[in-house]
Nanobody, 115 residues
Framework: QVQLVESGGGLVQPGGSLRLSCAAS????????MGWYRQAPGKERELVAR???????IYADSVRGRFTISGDNARRVVYLQMNSLEPEDTAVYYC?????????WGQGTQVTVSS
């Protein structure tokens, strides 16, 4: 079992920034994937950014150049720095850890971008 706890969401104006954090109960790198997903009202959950097992990063086209994923394996924390936020970024953001056939999710943190 892997426990994931997200934090850092909130209300921000368009053009603003937020940094999300995900604290994990186990290693965040190595075998499997680690990353962030989001789900907006009435929409399916979608990938935002993640690390591959080799340590490279993958971003959704809609956030590339604005969001940055990073991680501190010693502290078992993954971050999502979000800049130039847009109303379309409003969603619940979830931390995810994939280990083989096992899929672990955090409880989610709400991000609302509105003036």
């Amino acid at each position: 079992q892997v426990q994931l706890v997200e934090s850092g969401g909130g209300l921000v104006q368009p053009g603003g920034s937020l940094r999300l954090s995900c604290a994990a109960s186990a290693s965040i790198f190595g075998f499997g994937y680690m990353g962030w997903y989001r789900q907006a009202p009435g929409k399916e959950r979608e990938l935002v950014a993640r690390f591959t097992s080799g340590g490279s990063t993958i971003y959704a086209d809609s956030v590339r150049g604005r969001f940055t994923i990073s991680g501190d394996n010693a502290r078992r924390v993954v971050y999502l720095q979000m800049n130039s936020l847009e109303p379309e970024d409003t969603a619940v953001y979830y931390c995810n850890r994939k280990l083989g056939v096992h899929d672990y999710w955090g409880q989610g943190t709400q991000v609302t971008v509105s003036s």
